[in-house]
């Protein structure tokens, strides 16, 4: 059974910086592509950030690029979305997810079979 765990959450002011992480349990993050996803009040999830299997390969929604990046510690089995210059409109919860399935894109939830729990991000205007 493949566990994600999030972390790193919290209240941030505009303009602030958090880095959430994402540990898992076992080596799953060696051999999938990892994805970070967002769910505001009264909204759809959405996506956020995904990072290819190898590393090299990085994605980013418009709302997080130049601004979010998205990273793997292989030896730890952790992937980090760090998060600088938010605004009040990244509030949300943050899931990430790993576990990539096939006829799906990176951006699409449907695209990974495990999920975590989230962690809340608050920004304070």
Known sequence: QVQLVESGGG???TGGSLR?????????????????????????REFVAAIGRSS????????????FTISRDS?????YLQMNSQKPEDRAVYYCAAGRTGG????????????GQGTQVTVSS
């Open 11 to 13: 209240l941030v002011q």
């Open 20 to 44: 959430l992480s994402c540990a898992a349990s076992g080596s799953i993050f060696s051999s999938t592509g990892v994805g970070w996803f967002r769910q505001a009040p009264g909204k759809e």
């Open 56 to 67: 090299i390969s990085t994605y980013y929604a418009d709302s997080a690029k130049g601004r």
């Open 75 to 79: 030896a730890k089995n952790t992937v």
């Open 104 to 115: 799906s894109y990176y951006y699409q939830t449907k695209g990974y079979a495990y999920w």
